[in-house]
């Protein structure tokens, strides 16, 4: 079957850095993304990662390895309202997208 | 509008009920979606549509229905809503980068079935 783990939840303190870290088992690989959803509101689009290595944006980063079915998401300097979930999603043989259950960010002053 | 709109924002509903959630983009979209997001779950693709006039089922279509007459609109209906059905709904579009183009959400309908 398919499926997409991360964490529950973390908690990591304002101005530290946190990594949240996503595995996934799919039919075929097309690509994995990242979102993030604040409490009550929409998921916006973080990052999209095909090929192996370090993608970069801000204070944002994505890894992915493809060879161990793995991917994490840096975050740097965290501020406050980086409080929210972050949502991994891989895309698969068939372009479908499979959903982790999204991992709830802490961030405690 | 400026992107996705969704309404209504949250309803209450009787089991048995008919229910038809709104949708509409301004974006020139071709693909929608339906997802569904409960509590400790990943977000769950109900219907979609890869362009006006066709519509194919996801992950969890039962019970659910769509159309897309044109490119704007892609309308959820529920024709007997069930307490299973309580949610948080969410209208999604991509553009034309392909398959690996970002989605772009609509705040979403908190639907309770009662």
């Known amino acids: 079957g398919q499926n997409i783990d991360q964490p529950t939840e973390m908690t990591a303190t304002e101005g530290a850095i946190v990594q949240i870290n996503c595995t996934y088992q799919t039919s075929g690989f097309n690509g994995l993304f990242w979102y993030q959803q604040h409490a009550g509101e929409a998921p916006t689009f973080l990052s999209y990662n095909v090929l192996d290595g370090l993608e970069e944006k801000g204070r944002f980063s994505s890894f992915l390895s493809r060879s161990k079915g793995y991917s994490y998401l840096l975050l740097k300097e965290l501020q406050m309202k980086d409080s929210a979930s972050y949502l991994c999603a891989g895309l698969d043989s068939n372009y479908q997208l499979i959903w982790g259950a999204g991992t709830k960010l802490i961030i405690k002053p | ?114």
């Not at chain 2, 929608?32 to 969890?60: C, F, P």
């Not at chain 2, 709904?89 to 309908?109: R, V």
């Open chain 2, 1 to 114: 509008i400026a992107g996705i709109t969704q309404a209504p924002t949250s309803q209450i509903l009787a089991a048995g009920r008919r229910m038809t959630l709104r949708c509409t983009q301004d974006m020139r979209h071709n693909a929608m979606y339906w997802y569904r997001q409960d509590l400790g779950l990943g977000l769950r693709l109900i219907h979609y549509s890869n362009t006006a006039g066709t519509t194919g089922k996801g992950e969890v279509p039962d019970g659910y229905s769509v159309s897309r007459a044109n490119t704007d609109d892609f309308p959820l209906t529920l024709a007997s809503a069930v307490p299973s059905q309580t949610s948080v709904y969410f209208c999604a579009s991509s553009g034309s980068g392909g398959h690996n183009s970002p989605l772009h959400f609509g705040n979403g309908t908190r639907l309770t079935v009662t």
